[in-house]
């Protein structure tokens, strides 16, 4: 009655207390996956009588928020929503080429282009997952045409392993401990031919580059082993090139190692000895400056010969295997067990049977 007595005693405000008194409508609910659209936002929401729950762009549900922005404000919030959720889904993200290796690790061989955003964001996308298995070592090998991902890589903290012709390949540790990945190869492998005829005269060369140039000084023929190359293959096609001679390979006389040789390499010097099979000599134009074969001892008296004691000991050793008072090692053909790949094993044969033969011998009568 109070509320009538007051409406009949202040007509004029009448409109005023209708407006106070009238129910106030609920406000428009923020819906889980999305903003309503432009016309709902003046809308109640009768189906809802306590607070909504809100998807927040870290994709945590919030108590109790609700749709009461301007419109600007609700598109920039689904934007954000949006972007967190595509960036959850993977959106701009890839799946990286890539194979097991056999050490728990992963290989990422990419060969077709990709933006380097992006790759940027599939490495890491990947790197997390691989994380969480437990992978170890990640490898990317990146072809020459696609070095503008090189920095992309290197941001996400890959370091340079070994470059090829054809290719870089980057490396990554995963485990929060001092990485165990195998380092790029050590060694250059180098080879030299101790050769020599009948009349003990031995195949020797000067050079038309290197430290020797110009000099007059003999040598003998010497050269690198290709990549796949076996050693004994690789001696007897050194010989051909620079001489033109043919030969047969016959043992390994001895190694020699050093260190800081090339491009910070170390360096394994395999001496060997071949048997001619022809005698006439074309030299290399491009590398040689002259090929002859020369008597052991015009060969032996030259000052160079007395004083590098490489050259020396390979002259020796030589000289002895000719006189049959020296073994070098002979390969041997051999298969693995993990793979079904030859392999060539070097070593003393002849010391080795006659080792077996006193074994056997001693075998036989009880000792």
């Not at 609700?66 to 959106?91: H, L, P």
């Not at 295997?321 to 020296?326: L, R």
């Not at 392999?343 to 075998?363: E, H, I, P, T």
Request: aromatic share 8%; with cysteine.
């Amino acid at each position: 009655m109070a509320s009538l007595s007051l409406s009949l005693s202040l007509p004029a405000r009448t409109p005023l207390l209708r407006l106070l008194c009238r129910p106030r409508p609920r406000r428009a609910i923020l819906p889980s996956a999305a903003p309503p659209p432009a016309r709902a936002l003046c809308r109640t929401s009768p189906s809802s009588a306590a607070g909504a729950l809100f998807l927040g762009a870290a994709g945590t549900r919030q108590k109790g928020a609700v749709w009461s922005r301007t419109m600007s404000s609700s598109v920039n919030s689904a934007a954000v929503v949006a972007e967190s959720a595509a960036a959850k889904n993977g959106a701009n993200v890839e799946p990286l080429p890539f194979v097991n290796d056999k050490h728990g690790g992963v290989i990422i061989e990419m060969t077709a282009p990709m933006d380097p955003q992006v790759f940027s964001a599939s490495l890491k996308s990947a790197l997390s997952k691989w994380r969480e298995q437990g992978i170890r070592g990640v490898w990317i090998k990146l072809p020459i045409g696609l070095a503008n991902l090189i920095q992309s890589a290197v941001e996400e903290g890959f370091w340079y392993h070994h470059a090829e012709e054809t290719y870089l390949m980057l490396a990554y540790w995963l485990p929060n401990s001092t990485h165990t990945l195998p380092v790029n190869a050590t060694h250059r492998v180098g080879v030299g031919a101790f050769v020599m005829n009948d009349k003990r005269e031995v195949l020797a060369v000067q050079e038309k580059s290197g430290v020797l140039r110009g000099l007059g000084i003999w040598k003998f023929p010497t050269g690198v082993v290709e990549p796949g190359e076996d050693i004994n293959i690789g001696v007897v096609r050194e010989v051909k090139e620079e001489t033109g001679i043919d030969t047969e390979f016959i043992e390994v006389l001895a190694f020699r190692q050093s260190h800081k040789a090339y491009f910070e390499k170390s360096d394994l010097f395999f001496v060997c000895i071949l048997r001619p099979l022809s005698f006439d000599i074309t030299k290399q134009e491009s590398e040689i400056e002259d090929a002859q074969w020369i008597p052991v001892e015009e060969f032996a008296a030259q000052p160079f010969v007395q004083k590098h004691e490489l050259v020396k000991y390979i002259l020796e050793v030589g000289l002895a295997k000719s006189d049959k008072e020296y073994a070098g090692f002979s390969p041997i053909s051999i298969k693995s067990a993990f793979t079904d790949k030859q392999s060539f094993f070097y070593m003393n044969r002849r010391d080795l049977d006659k080792a077996s033969g006193s074994g056997n011998a001693q075998q036989k009568s009880g000792l």
